[in-house]
T-cell receptor
């Protein structure tokens, strides 16, 4: 059974700092990995999707890497801003399955 | 990007009543929609996969008679929580899959059962 773990559970940083969020998964046979953002009481916004054959994806200040063999992914946020404050969720999908398995998320607070 | 809506955004009901939550894909057709439940500080847990015109596929441990899913059209799926109890209080989120196999998530529905 696939399990997804995100560390740390919460992170508080000053504005402008670069930061890394971590995600690990137990079964390396994944189809893809996604990073989502969730604001309090809201739905999910997809940030980046990495196919299993890819090593990284970039969008603006965000960079996500994937090391499938070791079951790890990182989300790098450059020059953090207070508007980045949210919970970041990592999710993987298995090959041949539409199901997404989510981690519990990392709650990020960027202080002005 | 594609837009998925949910209605209502919040609902409070008495124990024993039934509540219907709607999930709509506003600008695309979704043959498959998913229903998730999220408890505070917990992961999103997939409850069921809803396919247009056929019966939903429920995850292990999810009671199909309690959580009724109807996917009557390519743009609408409904989740009905029957005989709701306080332990059903949660945040329910749907997603809709595009033909390109991308899932777009709704804004969620906060259910509180008194």
């Amino acid at each position: 059974k696939q399990e997804v773990t995100q560390i740390p559970a919460a992170l508080s940083v000053p504005e402008g700092e670069n930061l890394v969020l971590n995600c690990s998964f137990t079964d390396s046979a994944i189809y893809n990995l996604q990073w989502f953002r969730q604001d309090p009481g809201k739905g999910l916004t997809s940030l980046l999707l990495i196919q299993s054959s890819q090593r990284e994806q970039t969008s603006g200040r965000l960079n996500a890497s994937l090391d499938k063999s070791s079951g790890r992914s990182t989300l790098y946020i450059a020059a953090s801003q207070p508007g980045d404050s949210a919970t970041y969720l990592c999710a993987v999908s298995q090959g041949g399955s539409e199901k997404l398995v989510f981690g519990k998320g990392t709650k990020l607070t960027v202080n002005p | 990007g594609a837009v998925v809506s949910q209605h209502p955004s919040r609902v409070i009901c008495k124990s024993g009543t039934s509540v219907k939550i709607e999930c709509r894909s506003l600008d695309f057709q979704a043959t498959t929609m998913f229903w998730y439940r999220q408890f505070p500080k917990q992961s999103l847990m997939l409850m069921a996969t809803s396919n247009e015109g056929s019966k939903a596929t429920y995850e292990q441990g999810v009671e199909k008679d309690k959580f009724l899913i109807n996917h009557a059209s390519l743009t609408l799926s409904t989740l009905t929580v029957t005989s709701a109890h306080p332990e059903d209080s949660s945040f329910y989120i749907c997603s809709a899959r595009t033909r390109a196999d991308t899932q777009y998530f709704g804004p969620g529905t906060r259910l509180t059962v008194l």
